[in-house]
């Protein structure tokens, strides 16, 4: 054991002092003679264009073959060479110790176990930080052996399955589709656009289409990002909040994708100047699903962004939000009341939305009448009189906030409170006995009346009429089906404000990556949430116009829980990593310009 680990101690020095020394491969080639300086500056010119790892470049110019450069590196670096029946012949309790995503992004193959150290096959041994994320990843000293791409590559697809190109995808798709659009509609303008309309209802088109979609809905997708770049298109899914490359359809498709995705959306697809906006719905599984379309020019073609709204992601309860155990109870409380204000606070694609969807489902009832005014209208609440925006007709939301109150509402929910005006109408609706739900952008709970009185709102108005703010964000939870625990240092407990008397380790968990969560580690999403409950010494520096600083430091003495204390109780939890938490937190410190 403890020669495993002197052995691997000195290999990772010496990556890290020709590191240091900043000689890199193309160097160290070049000073052992193997290539001379013309080659590399060959190699180095299409590197710069292409981005690809040296080796491989080498290789494909003819200047070297795998096998040698693998065994160069093994001779120069005094890391053994695996033997290809090595590969082929794996321990196969070991297979999952490293994400399947981390295996097939690194080029790196764990192939045995003795106690704490694990042996892993790599491409590209000089990678420091690839063998840094194994070792911390895995919770083990990393030994590593060096083995060609092709060796990798081809034991990867023997124990974790072949990927399936869109390529191959295209050509394996038959014109049976299992996705049924609910309506289209096609614009027409000042041309003919029969070349246009019949590239984007060709049958292979149309089921390559409904193949990105269904792919994002069942990966549960909030968004799908169609990126064109000058060789390639990039095709980009938003899970969990965070953008995750999917294979993409070659660049050859590209026009005949966003032209389909224009004939859905009802807009036109003569026009490729100017940014566009559209929706659609398709029934998928017996339920209808909405996107919401952005369609803009840039350099190399036209980007499509479409939101995904799926109604069955939206039937959240209260309960299942992430409201602290304490806070939840008083939360329920106040949202009975007959009248006031209840602002929602935060960044775009916090969840704000869903938190009031779930407020509006539990206080819904026979004898209330409840109305909102959206701009969109992002899922239809039975037994809820929603009505949307509409600008160019004159209908924005301080005209149907005052047509509400003559419609004579229990409970009005604005889509956004977005200046003076609207402020005013909204606070006088709870001023005169109705319940008002809004949100606002700000960073924080205390920031949300700042906001109101930069906006000329007089201090007695907003300290009589607001109930409590809610400020919020969404953090990734732990897949549940790969959860693991490991002992976090003392040392970083504390510095993360986890205190432990003396050396005693704390468990912490994690997601080692699984089928059920794509490798990643995370499913699903949960709030954090800190909420100021207005009392009498609250109102009062309201009134004394204090600054949001002082209204922070006021609720905190009364008992509010900050947000990073609420992502803290989910890490002890065990609900979220504590990276997620740290996440968190270095958003916060950006938003209050602390770093």
């Known amino acids: 054991m403890k020669i495993l680990e002197k052995e691997n101690s000195q290999q990772k020095e010496k990556v890290v002092s020709i590191k240091r020394g900043k000689l890199r491969l193309g160097e160290m080639l070049v000073e052992r003679g193997v290539i001379n300086y013309s080659q590399l500056n060959e190699a180095l010119g299409v590197q710069k264009k292409r981005g690809e790892r040296l080796a491989c470049i080498l290789v494909e110019l003819g200047i070297m073959t795998e096998d040698g450069i693998a065994d160069f590196l093994s001779k120069e670096l005094g890391i053994p060479r695996v033997k290809p029946a090595e590969l082929n012949n794996l321990d196969i309790t070991i297979k999952d110790i490293i994400p399947e995503n981390i295996i097939r992004r690194e080029l790196v193959l764990p192939i045995n176990r003795h106690n704490n150290t694990l042996v892993v096959a ?19 000293f990393i030994k590593t052996v060096i083995a060609t791409e092709s060796e990798i590559k081809h034991a990867i697809e023997k124990y974790y399955g072949k990927l ?96 389909r ?35 803009i020019p840039t350099t190399f073609g036209e980007k499509a962004v479409l939101r995904i709204l799926d109604i069955s992601n939206m039937c959240v309860d209260l309960d299942d939000l992430g409201f602290e155990p304490k806070i939840l109870p008083l939360y329920k409380k106040y949202i009975k009341a007959p009248h006031g204000i209840i602002l929602v606070t935060g960044p775009t694609g916090c969840g704000k939305s869903t938190t009031l969807y779930a407020t509006l489902r539990t206080i819904n009832s026979e004898d209330k009448n409840i109305l909102t005014i959206e701009d969109p209208i992002e899922y239809l609440l039975p037994g809820i009189n929603q009505v949307q925006v509409k600008p160019e007709i004159g209908l924005d939301f301080i005209d149907g906030l005052r047509s509400f109150l003559r419609q004579d509402p229990d409970v009005i929910m604005v889509g956004e409170i977005r200046d ?26 205390a920031g949300s009346i700042t906001r109101l009185l930069n906006m000329g709102i007089e201090p007695f108005l907003i300290s009589s009429s607001v109930l409590l703010v809610i400020a919020q964000r969404l953090v990734r939870k732990i897949c549940p089906n790969c959860k693991e625990s490991y002992e976090a240092s003392t040392q970083t407990l504390r510095s993360v404000g986890i205190k432990i008397e003396g050396h005693k380790e704390f468990p912490l968990y994690r997601g080692r990556g699984c089928d059920k969560c794509n490798n990643i580690g995370y499913k699903g999403r949960v709030g954090v949430y800190e909420v100021i409950i207005m009392n009498d010494e609250i109102r009062q520096l309201i009134l004394m116009r204090e600054p949001s600083q002082t209204i922070k430091d006021c ?27 740290l996440r968190l937190s270095f958003e916060e410190s950006i938003e209050y310009g602390t770093t």
């Open 420 to 445: 003076r005006e609207a402020a005013e109408v909204a606070i006088n609706a709870a001023l005169t006995g109705h319940l008002v739900l809004s949100t606002l952008h700000t960073n924080d709970a």
């Open 555 to 581: 609720a905190e003495r009364m008992g509010m829980i900050t947000l990073k204390e609420a992502a803290l109780k989910k890490v002890i939890r065990g609900t979220i990593t504590l990276e997620e938490m």
């Open 261 to 295: 995705i224009k004939i859905l959306s009802g807009m036109d697809i003569a026009e490729h100047r100017l940014p566009q906006d559209g929706r659609f719905k398709v029934r998928y599984e017996k339920r209808d699903i909405d996107f919401r379309v952005s369609v």
């Open 164 to 259: 399936i190109s869109m390529d191959d995808l295209v050509k394996k798709m038959g014109a049976k589709s299992d996705v049924e659009v609910v309506k289209e509609e096609v614009i027409i303008q000042e041309e003919d656009l029969s070349n246009l309309i019949k590239r984007g209802t060709e049958p292979s088109i149309v089921d390559l289409v409904n193949y990105i979609l269904v792919d994002a809905i069942r990966s549960r997708a909030s968004d799908i990002h169609i990126e064109p770049g000058e060789k390639a298109l990039k095709l980009r899914n938003r899970i969990d909040g965070v953008l995750y490359t999917v294979p993409s359809p070659p660049k050859r498709f590209q026009n005949s994708i966003v032209s």
């Open 122 to 140: 790599m491409v590209d041994p000089l990678n420091v930080i690839a063998i840094d994320e194994l070792s911390s990843r895995t919770g083990t």
